[in-house]
């Protein structure tokens, strides 16, 4: 049974950092694109960033570019998504997400055939 595990939850003030871990159990993913999406209350479900299967590939939404740094270990069969000068609309639970045999990046929801359970991320002062 395939399986992605979030770590946090994580409460940080504005301008802090945060990262966010994502363990994959039950096969490998090292031939498929994993990516971060987030939803806040109210809102549709979000494309953050993207890695390909090879991991040569990285793509972020306007929104975040140059603020996260999605990254991969193959051999953890985990992904990471480091967030820096967090936001308060950055505010959202954020779920990881996993193609099922597909090393390409997609950007959206429907691309992807697993997903973890989210985990909250709260920037407030």
């Known amino acids: 049974q395939v399986q992605l595990q979030e770590s946090g939850p994580g409460l940080v003030k504005p301008s802090q950092m945060l990262s966010l871990s994502c363990a994959a159990s039950g096969r490998t993913f090292s031939s498929s694109a994993m990516g971060w999406f987030r939803q806040a209350p109210g809102k549709e479900r979000e494309f953050v960033a993207a890695?390909?299967?090879?991991?040569?590939?990285?793509y972020y939404s306007d929104s975040v570019k140059g603020r996260f740094t999605i990254t991969g270990d193959n051999a953890k069969n985990t992904v990471y998504l480091q967030m820096n000068s967090l936001k308060p609309e950055d505010t959202a639970v954020y779920f990881c997400a996993a193609r099922r045999w597909n090393a390409n990046i997609v950007y959206v929801p429907s691309g992807y055939g697993y997903w973890g359970q989210g985990t909250q991320v709260t920037v407030s002062s």
């Open positions: 890695i390909s299967g090879s991991g040569g590939s990285t």
